[in-house]
């Protein structure tokens, strides 16, 4: 799956994923970071070997992953995200554009 998965990656930015596709993900992975947005689930990074995945939920409530060239990029993505999420609490009238 993991195989699977860093090819779709390769050919798209952002894969949307089915919650058994999700499961069998954080089977051959580990969980390096995860946060709760208290909005949108869970934002996760998601690592094997030098391979990181971002993993987090969409408005659409869609499991969506997209990969990182280092942890420090993902752990910077995670940042950002919460961020946002807490600009949005606040009623900045911000939206996130999950598939770019």
Known sequence: MLEEVLNKL???TVVILR?????ILMEETEIIEEMDTCFRDKVRILGSQDIFIIQEKSDKDEILIRKADSLEEGQKFIRNRLAVYENMWNGCGCKVDYYK
């Open 10 to 12: 390769d050919a798209q």
């Open 19 to 23: 919650d058994e596709e999700l499961s």
